[in-house]
């Protein structure tokens, strides 16, 4: 029996799936079964893995991309994944996309796969990272298996239309067509088609007719095949063409702050190879402070723009987690200054664009409670976190080459980085400037804005609760550190006694008691410039021909850059982008030049 499913925007009441007496999966929502009650993984093996020539297909391959339509349990991607171990080519990066409307959580899924004991190892790698249940697209990595997991939890229709990629095998794994027609629409398959790469192969259960004939117009040869188990027939499809890999490629990033740390990461994740290059030393400029927050943008409008961040607080967060000793704190208080905050942050609470428990809305007792002095409503940023700068660009930077760069042309295919006198510093066939407001220097014409920030800190003070409200505070290793000032075209990073002064007024105003004990101590602090674009959406994309700029965060750069760099990783490199069409065009240098020219038009 079905059950109509949630509105975009709702969260499930419910577990999308249910148990049948024998211990199967089923659908709740549309009254199918998962896999095949006779024998699950010998169905994923012979419908999928056998129909789309695995693992035949992917010999002698630097790069395979596997998309599916209906992650489901888990189980294809786990039998996939199982194959890919025993037979991955050397050097071979295997890319998955898949799409699930109505995720299940992670002990569902060991339940669901537990009659498979020889999956185990490899479920237990993608369990132990299982993508979340927001609304929106998850990376998990899998370095064990050279394998990545883009999970894109909403409708169909929208994660193939806001997907870049081409795929080189497609598992087609909707519940039954005549119980969810709309996975296999001719909108649907004809989206299927544009993402595939030159000889790309289909494997599906369903002969429908209405299946093959829309495969068939989307451009697919289509063939019957003896199906498995009961059924008489399943579907092998193929697009005319050679595959072909993507060429390889070294690439240097400039600057060594949390966006070129976080690029050179993504870099490596992706198996390409990143050299950094520093004029300083890592963290010199805006990513050197003793802690950074890192929390959501809270847009109450949950458009395009409030997806993407929601997405990349997400990936900050779990990446961070994943670095031993560089999460200080969790959690961090947001008050509210109105009544209309308040509703604001109740109705972000309330959207299915953050996990289920990472926002809760605190009434003044409870945030006077956390705080110990009186406060206002506030939302509890539960998973937001509170880290340490310089543990993370220890743990992602790498080696990095010492040497400022004055210059950036290319000759014949190839970027050469060369040094106030000329001399070369190194090649590459892509280059990513991530030097905040500095990139103006290497690509004139960024529109990039400084802005001065000085945060003051307070060795030896008590603990106190992570806050923000326009200031904020913050624990550090050894005390606490509060701020900053915030200073449009300033770009001088001196430290000035006159705004220690300021930050205590902003602590003040928000925690006079916090601010009163801390009053007497000796302060320490820090100046830096950060770079900001006119509409205060960061620059993450192409300038032409192989440069890429990684830019403009603000004070955003711990929250954003892990994704955004992971974006522009997969650009340079030829490789599925974590991020929607839509949101790469919302942070992509080049929106200023076209509201331009649509203005002049």
Not at 45 to 74: I, K, S, Y
Not at 395 to 420: C, K, N, Q
Not at 510 to 517: E, F, Q, T, V
Not at 561 to 575: D, F, I, K, M
Request: charged share 20%.
């Amino acid at each position: 029996m079905s059950a109509d499913p949630p509105a975009a925007g709702e969260r499930p009441a419910q577990s999308p799936l249910t148990w049948t007496d024998d211990g199967q999966p089923r659908s709740r929502l549309f009254g199918d079964v998962y896999f095949s009650a006779q024998d699950g993984l010998a169905e994923s093996r012979a419908v999928f893995l056998q129909g789309c020539g695995l693992p035949d297909a992917w010999a002698g391959r630097r790069r395979f991309v596997v998309g599916e339509l209906g992650f489901g349990t888990g189980l294809n991607i786990v039998a996939l994944l199982e194959l890919w171990r025993r037979t991955r080519p050397p050097e071979g990066r295997l890319h998955i996309f898949s799409i699930e409307a109505f995720p299940i959580t992670a002990d569902e899924a060991a339940r669901a796969l537990a009659p498979w004991p020889e999956l185990a190892d490899v479920a237990g790698l993608l369990r132990a990272r299982w993508p979340g249940r927001a609304r929106g697209r998850h990376r998990v990595e899998l370095p064990e298996l050279g394998a990545i997991l883009d999970l894109a939890v909403m409708d169909v229709a929208e994660a193939l239309a806001g997907w870049a990629g081409a795929a080189d095998a497609w598992f087609l794994d909707g519940f039954s067509p005549a119980l969810n027609p709309g996975m296999w629409s001719d909108e649907i398959l004809a989206l299927v088609a544009e993402r595939s790469a030159p000889g790309t192969r289909a494997a599906t259960f369903t002969v429908a007719g209405q299946v093959r004939r829309g495969l068939a117009a989307a451009g697919f040869a289509v063939e019957k095949q003896p199906g498995f188990g009961r059924k008489r027939e399943r579907l092998e499809a193929r697009v005319p063409g050679a595959a072909t890999d993507p060429p390889l490629s070294r690439v240097a990033i400039v600057g060594a702050g949390i966006a070129g740390a976080a690029a050179a990461r993504a870099v490596h994740a992706l198996g390409g190879t990143p050299t950094l290059v520093e004029a300083a030393r890592p963290g010199a400029g805006g990513s050197g402070n003793p802690a950074a927050l890192v929390t959501p943008r809270l847009d109450a409008g949950l458009g395009e723009a409030a997806r993407l961040f929601a997405q990349a607080f997400g990936r900050a967060t779990a990446l961070y987690a994943a670095i031993p000793d560089a999460v200080l704190s969790q959690g961090v208080l947001q008050l509210a200054a109105d009544a209309r905050d308040q509703d604001r942050f109740a109705h972000i609470a309330a959207s299915d664009v953050f996990e289920p428990s990472a926002l809760d809305l605190l009434d003044p007792h409870g945030a006077a409670a956390r705080l110990a002095e009186p406060a206002p409503a506030a939302l509890d940023q539960r998973t937001a976190q509170v880290v340490d700068p310089a543990r993370i660009l220890a743990a992602w930077s790498g080696p990095v080459v010492r040497a400022e760069v004055a210059a950036v042309h290319r000759d014949d295919g190839v970027w050469i980085l060369l040094d106030a006198a000329g001399r070369e510093i190194l090649r590459a066939e892509a280059v990513i400037l991530a030097t905040a407001l500095a990139a103006r220097d290497l690509a004139p014409g960024l529109p990039l804005q400084p802005v001065r920030g000085q945060a003051s800190w307070v060795r030896g003070a008590p603990a106190a609760p992570a806050a923000a409200w326009g200031g904020y505070v913050v624990p550090t290793r050894d005390g606490l550190l509060f701020g900053a000032t915030h200073d449009r075209d300033d770009a001088d990073d001196d430290l000035r006694a006159a705004d220690h002064a300021r930050n205590l007024a902003t602590l003040a105003a928000a925690l006079p008691g916090l601010a009163a004990r801390l009053a007497d101590a000796p302060l320490e602090g820090r100046a830096s410039v950060r770079a900001v674009t006119p509409d205060r959406l960061p620059l993450a994309g192409p300038l032409g021909d192989g440069l890429f700029a990684l830019a403009g965060f603000g004070s955003r750069g711990f929250s954003l850059a892990p994704l955004l760099a992971e974006h522009v990783a997969a650009q340079a490199l030829g490789r599925p982008s974590p991020i929607s069409t839509a949101a790469a065009e919302l942070v992509d240098p080049g929106r200023f030049a076209r509201r331009a020219a649509r203005r002049r038009s």
